[in-house]
């Protein structure tokens, strides 16, 4: 017969029954005191149940998968909120945030999901999600060409309500529809506009946040420096977005765009030479997008190019611009098509000839796939040697793309202290790495990540340096990550993605976010270090003592029927 296990053996099964059953009590718990705090909190007559979600709810894995675009962040063992707020109301997102900080949770805030590194609905540390996307109204007034736009809206909808105004006015903002407002503009935002009108920010003209302390502010309310912060500085290090205002710009009735594509046998390397002294300082109207990636074809590796452009005007002006300022390029006018700046809109979304504007309405992402990006700004054209060294690299990696997109026009016209987006005049371009795959598992993860790692290094001479620049809005871990919210932690990453308005940036954080409740792995730093987790070092967090004190004498019985006492 098998001797009886004895207590000390049973004790590692224990621990794991232990820990099973506290985080069920606990959650349990957590949420019961979140709802009644909620309750208590909001200005609201609805239901807040229906509004919180836990894991027990049924719904919960459709709620907090419906706006995950990266794959890479939808796995089993990808850490999941506690609970999912989807507030109705102003506020219930003022009490969420009032609630959150007082049960001691991380809150994480979601607006469209497309943070290339999931830090909007994903924490290695216990958080609840603030899932934004019922606020998404856009009010529109034609007589002074201003939009108040809910942060939960997307750029698609955003589009689609301006053209149901007007034929003659847009937004300078990004290509891809299913993107959020708040994430976006908030992180800076640009689009095929950007040389002829700057960056999305640029535009915004009054603004509503809620505070850590619950506070619903305007412009006026918040004033200039936190104004300032959340126009290209990231919201969620300061509070949560609830809108922003912004100005309306005149597009032509009829715009034209058109795509080329190049091999190294039809004069890639001479194209990519020359685009990078025309793109960036052509007619202001002309954005000029270019791809590079390796293919194979006939099964010979090689390198293609994709110019995608839009040009502000019509084909008669933009083929003779382009033949006496880009002959290399070889445009003709069979290349070229007119249409209204939203079905422009859908062209860049990569919508077919006829698609009713209406898609722009629909919110899924139907191609969700594993993905990392990064980013870097080039300041000096790169020579042909070093772009015929640098194609044979990319032909042997196989895999990761680069897509170039110009600046010049009225990038150069704004300071770079203006907002605290800094990549400004002086930069020719801003490059994307890019690498997608469809293998799941950490090796494929692995082996994808180094690839794009790997030719971001190669790029090392050809960029920005004494201080390698990135893009917010293509966050990027490997620049580096906060652990323990302190300024030298932050300033590593925060000075590549805002240069020398990081400092201006954590000022205005310490003024309005001294406890750092609003943080995440690249948030913004108080200058002085109050965040919980370090003042109370090695204690149990309150949220966790108040969830263990409602649950303990639950899980003790559990406990000691386990090891026979009762």
Same mark, same amino acid.
């Given at each position: 017969?098998?001797?009886?296990?004895?207590?000390?053996?049973?004790?590692?099964?224990?621990?794991?029954?232990?820990?099973?059953?506290?985080?069920?009590?606990?959650?349990?718990?957590?949420?019961?005191?979140?709802?009644?705090?909620?309750?208590?909190r909001s200005n609201s007559s609805d239901?807040?149940?229906?509004?919180?979600?836990?894991?027990?709810?049924?719904?919960?894995?459709?709620?907090?998968?419906?706006?995950?675009?990266?794959?890479?962040?939808?796995?089993?063992?990808?850490?999941?909120?506690?609970?999912?707020?989807?507030?109705?109301?102003?506020?219930?997102?003022?009490?969420?945030?009032?609630?959150?900080?007082n049960i001691g949770f991380q809150l994480?805030?979601?607006?469209?999901?497309?943070?290339?590194?999931?830090?909007?609905?994903?924490?290695?540390?216990?958080?609840?999600?603030?899932?934004?996307?019922?606020? $998404?109204?856009?009010?529109? *007034?034609?007589? &002074?060409?201003?939009?108040?736009? =809910? %942060?939960? @809206?997307?750029?698609?909808?955003?589009?689609?309500?301006?053209?149901?105004?007007?034929?003659?006015?847009?937004?300078?903002?990004?290509?891809?529809?299913?993107?959020?407002?708040?994430?976006?503009?908030?992180?800076?935002?640009?689009?095929?506009?950007?040389?002829?009108?700057?960056?999305?920010?640029?535009?915004?003209?009054?603004?509503?946040?809620?505070?850590?302390?619950?506070?619903?502010?305007?412009?006026?309310?918040?004033?200039?420096?936190?104004?300032?912060?959340?126009?290209?500085?990231?919201?969620?290090?300061?509070?949560?977005?609830?809108?922003?205002?912004?100005?309306?710009?005149?597009?032509?009735?009829?715009?034209?765009?058109?795509?080329?594509? $190049?091999?190294?046998?039809? *004069?890639?390397? &001479?194209?990519?030479?020359?685009? =990078? %002294?025309? @793109?960036?300082?052509?007619?202001?109207?002309?954005?000029?997008?270019?791809?590079?990636?390796?293919?194979?074809?006939?099964?010979?590796?090689?390198?293609?190019?994709?110019?995608?452009?839009?040009?502000?005007?019509?084909?008669?002006?933009?083929?003779?611009?382009?033949?006496?300022?880009?002959?290399?390029?070889?445009?003709?006018?069979?290349?070229?098509?007119?249409?209204?700046?939203?079905?422009?809109?859908?062209?860049?979304?990569?919508?077919?000839?006829?698609?009713?504007?209406?898609?722009?309405?629909?919110?899924?992402?139907?191609?969700?796939?594993?993905?990392?990006?990064?980013?870097?700004?080039?300041?000096?054209?790169?020579?042909?040697?070093?772009?015929?060294?640098?194609?044979?690299?990319?032909?042997?990696?196989?895999?990761?793309?680069?897509?170039?997109?110009?600046?010049?026009?009225?990038?150069?016209?704004?300071?770079?202290?203006?907002?605290?987006?800094?990549?400004?005049?002086?930069?020719?371009?801003?490059?994307?790495?890019?690498?997608?795959?469809?293998?799941?598992?950490?090796?494929?993860?692995?082996?994808?990540?180094?690839?794009?790692?790997?030719?971001?290094?190669?790029?090392?001479?050809?960029?920005?340096?004494?201080?390698?620049?990135?893009?917010?809005?293509?966050?990027?871990?490997?620049?580096?990550?906060?652990?323990?919210?302190?300024?030298?932690?932050?300033?590593?990453?925060?000075?590549?993605?805002?240069?020398?308005?990081?400092?201006?940036?954590?000022?205005?954080?310490?003024?309005?976010?001294?406890?750092?409740?609003?943080?995440?792995?690249?948030?913004?730093?108080?200058?002085?270090?109050?965040?919980?987790?370090?003042?109370?070092?090695?204690?149990?967090?309150?949220?966790?003592?108040?969830?263990?004190?409602?649950?303990?004498?639950?899980?003790?019985?559990?406990?000691?029927?386990?090891?026979?006492?009762?």
């Amino acid at each position: 017969m098998t001797p009886p296990l004895s207590t000390p053996s049973l004790l590692p099964l224990l621990l794991v029954a232990f820990n099973i059953c506290f985080s069920l009590a606990a959650s349990n718990s957590i949420y019961e005191s979140f709802v009644q705090c909620l309750k208590t909190r909001s200005n609201s007559s609805d239901n807040i149940s229906d509004i919180v979600y836990s894991h027990s709810n049924a719904t919960y894995e459709t709620v907090l998968e419906q706006y995950i675009r990266n794959a890479r962040f939808n796995t089993s063992s990808t850490p999941k909120p506690v609970i999912i707020i989807t507030p109705l109301t102003e506020s219930h997102v003022s009490a969420a945030v009032i609630c959150s900080n007082n049960i001691g949770f991380q809150l994480r805030i979601w607006s469209g999901g497309h943070d290339f590194e999931g830090v909007s609905y994903v924490s290695d540390q216990p958080f609840f999600i603030l899932d934004m996307f019922n606020l $998404r109204s856009i009010s529109i *007034n034609m007589a &002074d060409q201003s939009v108040w736009v =809910q %942060s939960g @809206a997307t750029l698609g909808e955003l589009y689609y309500r301006i053209w149901e105004k007007s034929r003659v006015y847009g937004f300078p903002a990004g290509v891809c529809p299913t993107v959020g407002v708040g994430g976006h503009i908030s992180g800076a935002g640009y689009g095929n506009m950007v040389r002829k009108y700057g960056l999305s920010v640029d535009y915004v003209v009054d603004a509503k946040i809620v505070d850590v302390n619950g506070n619903i502010l305007d412009r006026k309310a918040m004033g200039e420096d936190l104004f300032w912060a959340i126009r290209g500085g990231g919201g969620a290090s300061f509070g949560v977005i609830l809108a922003f205002n912004i100005k309306l710009v005149e597009v032509p009735e009829m715009v034209t765009v058109f795509k080329l594509e $190049r091999t190294l046998e039809q *004069n890639a390397t &001479d194209v990519v030479y020359k685009w =990078q %002294s025309v @793109a960036p300082t052509t007619d202001d109207n002309l954005f000029m997008r270019m791809l590079v990636q390796p293919v194979t074809l006939n099964k010979q590796k090689t390198i293609k190019i994709s110019i995608m452009a839009l040009y502000l005007g019509d084909v008669n002006s933009v083929v003779p611009l382009l033949a006496e300022d880009f002959p290399e390029l070889g445009l003709v006018t069979e290349d070229c098509f007119e249409m209204s700046w939203i079905e422009s809109a859908l062209w860049w979304a990569s919508f077919g000839k006829g698609t009713s504007p209406t898609v722009l309405l629909d919110r899924e992402s139907y191609h969700v796939k594993f993905m990392k990006r990064k980013s870097d700004y080039v300041k000096t054209p790169i020579s042909k040697d070093g772009l015929q060294w640098l194609r044979k690299k990319m032909i042997e990696l196989e895999e990761p793309g680069l897509v170039f997109n110009p600046y010049g026009g009225k990038m150069n016209e704004i300071k770079e202290t203006e907002t605290p987006f800094p990549h400004r005049a002086g930069n020719l371009f801003k490059i994307q790495y890019s690498i997608n795959w469809k293998d799941m598992g950490i090796e494929a993860d692995k082996r994808s990540r180094n690839l794009v790692n790997r030719l971001h290094s190669y790029m090392t001479s050809f960029v920005s340096k004494n201080r390698r620049s990135a893009y917010l809005n293509y966050r990027d871990l490997d620049i580096g990550i906060t652990k323990n919210w302190s300024y030298q932690e932050g300033k590593v990453y925060g000075e590549s993605y805002f240069n020398g308005n990081f400092e201006r940036l954590v000022d205005v954080k310490t003024a309005v976010d001294p406890p750092n409740f609003f943080r995440n792995e690249q948030s913004i730093p108080p200058r002085t270090i109050k965040a919980w987790n370090e003042k109370n070092e090695g204690s149990i967090p309150p949220s966790t003592s108040k969830a263990w004190n409602k649950s303990k004498p639950y899980v003790m019985i559990i406990l000691f029927m386990a090891i026979g006492i009762i």
